[in-house]
């Protein structure tokens, strides 16, 4: 048997190729406005997941890229970089305003073209995410191959306006209870985005106000890119140049070991039709819909609470590396 030979350490735009040559481990990045580290590593099996630009994730509201063990796309990443792909995991604040999360990814996708030296990004967004994506897809599309929104509350949440509104009712709500609550969720979140790698303001009530019906509107009349015109059909396909993907559940209770699905049923109350729990069926539509009925909640759509999803419905895994297939087939 040949011996084999050690290979020097090679690091380009988040790939690790070590020891052995006849092995490679890849790595994904963690990254947040004070830039990018490795976050993780997984040994590449395949090139099904390889696109040509590398993938980019945004967190939804109250996410992080992770906090101690538990990443919020969970399995999700090791999943893609074994199959071939480049992935870069974002930060953003867990609670503002779309277009201050928007400006934070949008320096972090800038920060990553110059690490790769990629032309392009595909990015991906679950929930809050979606309105990342879309913002940083409308101001630099050149630089944009895709945008994929997962549960993304395009059109808002019924949640959402049932919330804020109650926050705002005289004494109980805006003088009194509502900056209460407001000042503790945002320190709490300021310390998951420590825990996490970088201190970010949070503003929980302008991130309510974001994903309301009105407020998921007015950011729409500025980044109408892929938005579907119809009630519930599906948007532009390709729009000043840049591809437009999504999916999303309509399930609530998936799996009772998940202490989350019981608050899920809960929100899911709150919304007229189908729905993830936090996100009508029709909301989540953004381009060319790949499915918009899958058996999960808003939390299995990321493979949350730490994988326990419906186990009848297939791993939220494999759609990411399907999506990261149709993306490599599709040049991009």
């Given at each position: 048997?040949?011996?084999?030979?050690?290979?020097?350490?090679?690091?380009?735009?988040?790939?690790?190729?070590?020891?052995?040559?006849?092995?490679?481990?890849?790595?994904?990045?963690?990254?947040?406005?004070?830039?990018?580290?490795?976050?993780?590593?997984?040994?590449?099996?395949s090139?099904y997941?390889?696109?040509?630009?590398?993938i980019?994730?945004?967190h939804?509201?109250?996410?992080?890229?992770?906090?101690?063990?538990?990443?919020?796309w969970?399995?999700?990443?090791?999943?893609?970089?074994?199959?071939?792909?480049?992935?870069?995991?974002?930060?953003?604040?867990?609670?503002?305003?779309?277009?201050?999360?928007?400006?934070?990814?949008?320096?972090?996708?800038?920060?990553?073209?110059?690490?790769?030296?990629?032309?392009?990004?595909?990015?991906?967004?679950h929930?809050?995410?979606?309105?990342?994506?879309?913002?940083?897809?409308?101001?630099?599309?050149n630089?944009?191959?895709?945008?994929?929104?997962?549960?993304?509350?395009?059109?808002?949440?019924?949640?959402?306006?049932?919330?804020?509104?109650?926050?705002?009712?005289?004494?109980?709500?805006?003088?009194?209870?509502?900056?209460?609550?407001?000042?503790?969720?945002?320190?709490?979140?300021?310390?998951v985005?420590?825990?996490?790698?970088?201190?970010?303001?949070?503003?929980?009530?302008?991130?309510?106000?974001?994903?309301?019906?009105?407020?998921?509107?007015?950011?729409?009349?500025?980044?109408?890119?892929?938005?579907?015109?119809?009630?519930?059909?599906?948007?532009?396909y390709?729009?000043?140049?840049?591809?437009?993907?999504?999916?999303?559940?309509?399930?609530?209770?998936?799996?009772?070991?998940?202490?989350?699905?019981?608050?899920?049923?809960?929100?899911?109350a709150?919304?007229?039709?189908?729905?993830?729990?936090?996100?009508?069926?029709?909301?989540?539509?953004?381009?060319?819909?790949?499915?918009?009925?899958?058996?999960?909640?808003?939390?299995?759509?990321?493979?949350?609470?730490?994988?326990?999803?419906?186990?009848?419905?297939?791993?939220?895994?494999?759609?990411?590396?399907?999506?990261?297939?149709?993306?490599?087939?599709?040049?991009?």
């Amino acid at each position: 048997m040949k011996n084999r030979i050690l290979t020097p350490l090679l690091l380009t735009g988040g790939l690790l190729i070590s020891g052995w040559a006849s092995a490679t481990v890849a790595t994904y990045q963690f990254c947040s406005t004070d830039g990018c580290r490795t976050g993780g590593s997984a040994t590449v099996t395949s090139d099904y997941a390889k696109t040509k630009y590398p993938i980019v994730f945004a967190h939804g509201m109250a996410g992080f890229s992770s906090a101690g063990p538990l990443q919020y796309w969970y399995g999700i990443s090791p999943d893609l970089v074994a199959n071939g792909a480049n992935v870069f995991v974002t930060q953003e604040a867990s609670f503002n305003s779309s277009e201050v999360r928007g400006e934070q990814l949008l320096n972090q996708v800038q920060q990553i073209l110059a690490i790769t030296g990629a032309a392009k990004v595909n990015l991906i967004g679950h929930s809050h995410g979606s309105h990342s994506i879309r913002y940083v897809a409308g101001l630099i599309p050149n630089q944009v191959a895709s945008a994929t929104a997962v549960g993304g509350p395009n059109k808002g949440s019924p949640v959402a306006d049932v919330i804020y509104n109650l926050s705002k009712i005289p004494v109980v709500g805006s003088t009194i209870l509502a900056p209460v609550i407001s000042a503790g969720v945002n320190a709490f979140f300021s310390l998951v985005g420590i825990s996490s790698g970088h201190y970010y303001d949070q503003d929980s009530l302008a991130g309510l106000n974001s994903l309301t019906t009105a407020g998921s509107a007015a950011f729409t009349a500025n980044f109408p890119a892929g938005m579907p015109t119809s009630s519930c059909g599906e948007g532009a396909y390709v729009a000043n140049g840049v591809r437009y993907y999504s999916w999303g559940g309509t399930s609530k209770l998936t799996n009772v070991l998940d202490p989350l699905d019981a608050a899920l049923v809960l929100t899911g109350a709150l919304i007229p039709g189908d729905s993830d729990g936090l996100v009508p069926r029709c909301s989540s539509h953004l381009g060319q819909v790949i499915r918009d009925n899958y058996a999960q909640n808003h939390l299995d759509e990321v493979n949350q609470t730490l994988g326990l999803v419906n186990i009848f419905a297939g791993s939220p895994v494999t759609l990411y590396r399907q999506q990261a297939n149709r993306l490599k087939v599709a040049g991009l």
